[in-house]
């Protein structure tokens, strides 16, 4: 009967340190939205901080993948062009990649953030 107790007991307190560990932390801000925000608003889920930079010239995209980013392109216009390529530059880790690179955020034409962490950068050559 003891063992059962003290059984319980040690379940009971594993569950616990469990449930608290799964607990979320606070959102970190996103360094720029990945697509446009919708139009209704709706709850968030958190934000993941950036894990990875990928950057891929437009051009390396398959067709359509380079239509829906023109697409988004032209949605988004150029005011959210503007605050995308801010929001890089204020982002070290962001930026030192492009620089990696040889590329700035002026040729930054899109941006997708994974939930794992992963930030893909699209990018378009001056022509």
């Known amino acids: 009967m003891r063992k059962t107790i003290v059984l319980a007991a040690a379940a009971s307190l594993m569950l616990a340190g469990a449930a608290s560990a799964q607990q979320q932390p606070a959102p970190q801000p996103a360094p720029a939205p990945a697509t446009p925000a919708p139009a209704t608003p709706q709850a968030q889920p958190a934000v ?37 390529r801010s929001s890089i530059d204020a982002t070290p880790k962001v930026k030192s990649a492009l620089e990696a690179k040889g590329m700035t955020s002026a040729q930054v034409v899109a941006a997708s953030m994974e939930p794992n962490g992963a930030l893909t950068l699209i990018t378009k050559k001056a022509s």
Request: hydrophobic share 30%.
């Open 48 to 84: 993941p901080t950036i894990q990875s930079v990928n950057i891929v010239d437009i051009t390396e995209l398959p067709k359509d993948t380079q239509t829906q980013v023109n697409q988004v392109i032209a949605q988004r216009g150029d005011d959210g062009l503007k605050k995308l």
